[in-house]
């Protein structure tokens, strides 16, 4: 696993968000100066609690923010290498670049096979090759194969989840952007689903950036992790390391502190946040 993880340090960057501004209604400044960089087959986890930017940052990453009024105003965002601000959403998954969005989007009135053959609406393969990934998606998905003429709306909260990214697979992602796949699911649940994006990650290749507020299960399965408060960078490194920080144990994994704080409340951290000086 530390073999891994330094492999995955060293890999070429797959997508690189550099010193992002953005800004909603042309008024309301959310992020400010976000900057992470996620390797060619790694998993990063973005985390923080509601509200801190997480789900912005995914949006903009895959030009999302244009249906909610917002905008980059300044930086800019590379995946393999090119910039992508421009971009349509269909034309980034075409790239190879697809959001799962938080809360489990589904179409309900279709069936759980419709949903995961929509995912396959950029591609321009025959039938064959389609069906086969249907197959791939249904093996990492067993439950999903088993429910697949089951409408979506009436499935559960872990299978809608599982179609959800299913629905994404069946795009053939190199990278999967992970908003809150945690939400509102039993932990047996929540385990399994980040067994098998682990096992996605590891036998097809494809880039995880996952935005959660789970901070315990989420720097299990990262080799990297960014904490955003408020619209910033405040702290990132290694999973590993970030699970044995004492402040992010004490903010994040409610172990020793007295209740939830802010790090930008502690003086000893503000000493150290690249941002001031």
Known sequence: M????????TAEPLLEVNNIEVIYNH????????????PRGGIVALLGANGAGKTTTLKAISNLLHAERGE???GNIQFEGDRVESLSPNELVRRGCIQVMEGRHCFGHLTVEENLLTGAFTRREGGAAIKDDLELVYSYFPRLKERRNSQAGYTSGGEQQMTAIGRALMSKPKMILLDEPSMGLAPQLVEEIFEIVKQLNEEQGVSILLAEQNTNIALRYAQHGYILESGRVVLDGEGKALRENEDVKEFYLGVGGEGRRSFRNVKHYKRRKRWLS
């Open 27 to 38: 008024v309301i400044l959310v992020l400010k100066g976000v900057s992470l960089s996620v």
């Open 72 to 74: 980059v105003t300044k």
């Open 2 to 9: 530390a073999d891994a993880a330094i492999a995955t340090e």
